[in-house]
């Protein structure tokens, strides 16, 4: 198990620091000097899995979902988040602003919803008759998986424009990244070496006091490593942060992370599933694996701007 783990999370580091690159080589002015355009169509096709995982976690035989409807809403709703990307000098003047393509996006992927259960409520009639307020259960749940999956796509579209700089927002997004992995694998290594006192028994039976406490470190680190190292030696680039920035941000990071992690686990078990999916061995799904930056993008993006 823990060798899949390892295979697979190597396989996706791997990945992410190509797609980095090349974004970030698209994103000069030598080249296409457009930041963001990779990121943004991995973002579609993650967005696009996301969905599927939850909508299959939330469909009961009772109370069905349509798959195929969330996958293409919530596309959709990433897609009009990443709009901004397509500019590559934004104008200042647009009246609708970076972030309002965000807003729009989810706007429009709950009206989409709404008018597939206008277009089958007529043809249908029979079911509604059968079980009360299933109409109205559905479009929750498909706008609740709508808002948990906007707080990362739609945030971490916003991170590739802070600043308008190539450099500078791609850092944002390494730096959440990075500092939301090491801040779990140090409360891992911690909960597995000095673990006692557990925080969610029920929810999270493995989270412990002390993983969180080594958590906490291990986000001070990466969020160090980034501001000071690869920010100047790499990119070539400081950010005007004070010195204490970091260990601020690793803080709200890491308590908006666990947070995340909590918030799946919570759909898990009332799904009654270990994970959200086999896609990935050893690791589960995709959402298993991108749960703790769900509520620490948003944080994220609030202190980088």
Known sequence: MLGQRLFSAAIIISAMLILVWLDYQLGTDARLGRPGLLLAAFALI????ASIELIRMWSTEERPLNTTLAAIATTTMTGVCCIPLLWSDYPADCPIGKFGWAVSGIVIAVVMVFFHEMFWFDRNPSDVEKKPGIVTDRLA????????????FGFLA?????????????????????????SDSFAYFFGKTFGKNKIAPTLSPKKTLEGAIGSVFGAWLASAIVLFLVAPFIFEVEIEKPNWWFLLYGLLITLAGMAGDLAESLFKRDANCKDSSKWLP??????????????ATPVSYFLWI
């Open 46 to 49: 993650l967005a696009c899995t």
């Open 141 to 152: 749940r498909y706008a609740l998986c709508f808002g948990y999956l906007f707080m990362l």
């Open 158 to 182: 916003a991170h590739r424009t802070v600043h308008d700089s190539n450099a500078i927002g791609l850092l944002s997004i390494i730096m959440l990244m990075a500092t939301v992995k090491m």
């Open 282 to 295: 050893g690791l589960g799904g995709i959402l298993d694996v991108m749960d703790s930056l769900v509520f």
